[in-house]
């Protein structure tokens, strides 16, 4: 059984800084991309930025140069630093993996709720 666990979030002001964890843990083979989603109340799950196995990277328009997804391969985890942040940002923010275990899934953490106040 693959279980992903999120770490990280919690409540800063505007301009501050809040850096999420993910590890994925359990009958895992491999795993291609990962991905940070978020979803604020009343709106759909976005995707925030998602990095392949190779390290290549993709952004929200909305959070370039402010968040920097990176990963860890020999352990699992994705991580994502989020500078200068907005109230907009507030959501909760879920981990994301697409990865082979005994066969190939989407996998999703239970979510850590970032506050931003302004």
């Known amino acids: 059984q693959v279980r992903l666990v999120e770490s990280g979030g919690g409540l800063v002001q505007a301009g501050g800084s809040l850096r999420l964890s993910c590890v994925a843990s359990g009958s895992i083979f491999s795993i291609n991309a990962m991905g940070w989603y978020r979803q604020a109340p009343g709106k759909q799950r976005e995707l925030v930025a998602s990095?392949?196995?190779?390290?290549?990277?993709n952004y929200a328009d909305s959070v370039k140069g402010r968040f920097t997804i990176s990963r860890d391969n020999a352990k699992n985890t994705v991580y994502l630093q989020m500078n200068s942040l907005k109230p907009e940002d507030t959501a909760v923010y879920y981990c994301h993996a697409d990865l082979w275990g005994t066969g190939r899934g989407d996998y999703w953490g239970q979510g850590t709720q970032v506050t931003v106040s302004s």
């Open positions: 990095i392949s196995s190779s390290g290549r990277t």
